[in-house]
């Protein structure tokens, strides 16, 4: 980042131009954040004239989308871009040349920035079904990944322990699985339950209100409906998708007392595997089919994710039904009746104009004709797919589980975590293009990557922020710049600087990182 001498002042009543109407909305965000955060009032009106900060958008031949140029002189701040999105990220670097603290005369150091992101895909993940979070919360998650010039939220919305968007057309989908007796205590497998009632879900007008939210920051939202696998919470619901309906959930203990009087089909109160999945009868397609219609209507995300992962195969090699479907269809086994699975929804999908994203296990059996993997069990998923010339997500555990200890051990871990150990550094030495896949032809296909967050062990937004903070600022970096640009000793240096925004930004995270 060239800086020259010299700094650019801005105070209450400075106004901010924007030359096209497709600006408003990031005028007016930047507006917002100085007022609220810094408390400065600046004055937003569209015009071709001087501002103290110009947004504006020139296209240009052969640059990448997103990129943008931002220049700050005694005259004012001028952001182009060559895209609106390029816009926005331009007035994300502005506002990490701002201030740390509230002031009434913001200096903006003079510069000249050129910038460009590296991967079209940079992702956060995060689970609402072990542990609900609030609409409030989620768009304050979505505004640091904004921060940070993310551009996907992978929203994990069902699960065995929860089912968190309401289906008009099968209510007992929220009224039933998004609700569960009790939760274990402490560490899997746990010391004890909690017996009592938890739950919650979003309505789709609530839906409706944060996608708007993430597309004025530039965030498309990737639901996720979890099959065949990952199903107790709609199976509780509806117990004939099960292939055996009349058959008790299997409750792994400590299980709670709250259940005793309830139907035999019931929602998970601990973490792990369990063996009751989706059956492939007409009845269960039919049924993900209509559930899939209703998220397609709320999300406009090109991609819809289908899960894919961690589906036992023992309820299928037990039922008679599905045993005879893998005769008919001639598959191999029941991988091979996972692989008809995907690859049916898959076609669905495609046929509303979609595309399927799958966990890779959705590799097992042979891979649906147009799905993009999201590989997470190492790398080896998604160098497969991507042989197979298959677009690919990397999200391998070992770099990219933000709910994993941020200490070096997790004896120095100040709170309960799934798993030992992803430290900052590790993190930050993340290559998403994996060396098999390097200066081939399939390395355009790894589209990014992303972190996840899964919930068992985050029982509170300040507990996602912990474990999110400052691994995301790493992360942003691995994704927005080119390897040979990184260098840790400088990041760590700027990471200090961060630490006081997020202070600002009143953000929990984790002061410890390099224990």
């Given at each position: 980042?060239?800086?020259?001498?010299?700094?650019?002042?801005?105070?209450?009543?400075?106004?901010?131009?924007?030359?096209?109407?497709?600006?408003?909305?990031?005028?007016?965000?930047?507006?917002?954040?100085?007022?609220?955060?810094?408390?400065?009032?600046?004055?937003?009106?569209?015009?071709?004239?001087?501002?103290?900060?110009?947004?504006?958008?020139?296209?240009?031949?052969?640059?990448?989308?997103?990129?943008?140029?931002?220049?700050v002189d005694g005259k004012g701040v001028s952001i182009t871009g060559r895209d609106k999105e390029g816009v926005f990220y331009g007035i994300q670097t502005l506002i990490q040349l701002l201030p740390v603290q509230q002031s009434t005369v913001l200096r903006v150091p003079f510069t000249d920035i050129y910038d460009y992101p590296r991967f079209q895909y940079r992702g956060m993940h995060l689970d609402v079904t072990r542990h609900f979070f609030p609409v409030a919360f989620v768009k304050?998650?979505?505004?640091?990944?904004?921060?940070?010039?993310?551009?996907?939220?992978?929203w994990h919305l069902t699960d065995d322990q929860g089912w968190r968007i309401e289906i008009k057309k099968y209510p007992l989908l929220t009224t039933v699985g998004g609700y569960r007796n009790g939760t274990i205590i402490g560490h899997f497998p746990g010391t004890a339950n909690t017996n009592t009632y938890y739950g919650g879900y979003y309505t789709q007008e609530e839906i409706k209100e944060v996608v708007a939210y993430a597309a004025s920051r530039y965030i498309t939202i990737i639901?996720?409906?979890?099959?065949?696998?990952?199903?107790?919470?709609?199976?509780?619901?509806?117990?004939?998708?099960?292939?055996?309906?009349?058959?008790?959930?299997?409750?792994?203990?400590?299980?709670?007392?709250?259940?005793?009087?309830?139907?035999?089909?019931?929602?998970?109160?601990?973490?792990?595997?369990?063996?009751?999945?989706?059956?492939?009868?007409?009845?269960?397609?039919?049924?993900?089919?209509?559930?899939?219609?209703?998220?397609?209507?709320?999300?406009?995300?090109?991609?819809?994710?289908?899960?894919?992962?961690?589906?036992?195969?023992?309820?299928?090699?037990?039922?008679?039904?599905?045993?005879?479907?893998?005769?008919?269809?001639?598959?191999?086994?029941?991988?091979?009746?996972?692989?008809?699975?995907?690859?049916?929804?898959?076609?669905?999908?495609?046929?509303?104009?979609?595309?399927?994203?799958?966990?890779?296990?959705?590799?097992?059996?042979?891979?649906?004709?147009?799905?993009?993997?999201?590989?997470?069990?190492?790398?080896?998923?998604?160098?497969?797919?991507?042989?197979?010339?298959?677009?690919?997500?990397?999200?391998?555990?070992?770099?990219?589980?933000?709910?994993?200890?941020?200490?070096?051990?997790?004896?120095?871990?100040?709170?309960?975590?799934?798993?030992?150990?992803?430290?900052?550094?590790?993190?930050?030495?993340?290559?998403?293009?994996?060396?098999?896949?390097?200066?081939?032809?399939?390395?355009?296909?790894?589209?990014?990557?992303?972190?996840?967050?899964?919930?068992?062990?985050?029982?509170?937004?300040?507990?996602?922020?912990?474990?999110?903070?400052?691994?995301?600022?790493?992360?942003?970096?691995?994704?927005?710049?080119?390897?040979?640009?990184?260098?840790?000793?400088?990041?760590?240096?700027?990471?200090?600087?961060?630490?006081?925004?997020?202070?600002?930004?009143?953000?929990?995270?984790?002061?410890?990182?390099?224990?």
């Amino acid at each position: 980042m060239p800086v020259s001498g010299g700094s650019l002042e801005i105070t209450a009543g400075a106004t901010v131009v924007f030359t096209n109407d497709s600006l408003q909305q990031s005028a007016a965000y930047l507006q917002e954040y100085l007022k609220e955060v810094l408390q400065v009032n600046i004055v937003v009106e569209k015009g071709a004239g001087e501002g103290r900060v110009l947004l504006s958008i020139e296209p240009e031949k052969g640059a990448p989308a997103g990129a943008y140029t931002l220049h700050v002189d005694g005259k004012g701040v001028s952001i182009t871009g060559r895209d609106k999105e390029g816009v926005f990220y331009g007035i994300q670097t502005l506002i990490q040349l701002l201030p740390v603290q509230q002031s009434t005369v913001l200096r903006v150091p003079f510069t000249d920035i050129y910038d460009y992101p590296r991967f079209q895909y940079r992702g956060m993940h995060l689970d609402v079904t072990r542990h609900f979070f609030p609409v409030a919360f989620v768009k304050k998650y979505i505004d640091n990944l904004a921060r940070h010039k993310m551009n996907y939220f992978h929203w994990h919305l069902t699960d065995d322990q929860g089912w968190r968007i309401e289906i008009k057309k099968y209510p007992l989908l929220t009224t039933v699985g998004g609700y569960r007796n009790g939760t274990i205590i402490g560490h899997f497998p746990g010391t004890a339950n909690t017996n009592t009632y938890y739950g919650g879900y979003y309505t789709q007008e609530e839906i409706k209100e944060v996608v708007a939210y993430a597309a004025s920051r530039y965030i498309t939202i990737i639901p996720e409906i979890e099959m065949p696998g990952h199903a107790s919470a709609a199976i509780a619901a509806y117990p004939q998708l099960s292939c055996f309906p009349d058959s008790a959930t299997y409750m792994r203990p400590p299980v709670s007392t709250l259940n005793k009087a309830l139907p035999v089909k019931k929602v998970q109160e601990t973490w792990g595997v369990f063996s009751d999945v989706f059956c492939p009868r007409e009845y269960t397609f039919q049924f993900l089919q209509d559930v899939l219609d209703e998220v397609m209507a709320l999300f406009p995300a090109r991609y819809i994710h289908i899960g894919g992962d961690e589906c036992p195969k023992d309820a299928w090699k037990q039922s008679a039904f599905s045993q005879q479907l893998i005769q008919e269809k001639g598959l191999k086994d029941e991988h091979g009746l996972q692989s008809y699975f995907v690859q049916r929804i898959e076609k669905y999908v495609n046929s509303k104009g979609r595309s399927i994203i799958g966990w890779d296990e959705i590799l097992e059996g042979g891979l649906a004709p147009n799905a993009v993997v999201m590989s997470w069990r190492g790398e080896e998923g998604g160098i497969e797919a991507a042989k197979q010339n298959h677009d690919v997500i990397m999200t391998p555990a070992g770099f990219a589980y933000f709910d994993y200890s941020q200490a070096l051990s997790k004896e120095k871990e100040d709170s309960v975590t799934i798993g030992c150990c992803l430290p900052l550094q590790k993190v930050y030495s993340y290559e998403p293009v994996p060396t098999a896949l390097q200066h081939t032809q399939q390395e355009q296909f790894v589209l990014g990557a992303q972190a996840n967050m899964w919930s068992e062990y985050l029982h509170y937004p300040s507990s996602v922020m912990y474990q999110a903070l400052p691994r995301l600022a790493a992360l942003c970096e691995v994704l927005w710049s080119k390897k040979e640009l990184r260098d840790w000793d400088d990041f760590s240096s700027r990471l200090q600087y961060q630490q006081k925004r997020y202070e600002l930004w009143k953000l929990n995270y984790n002061k410890g990182y390099a224990q």
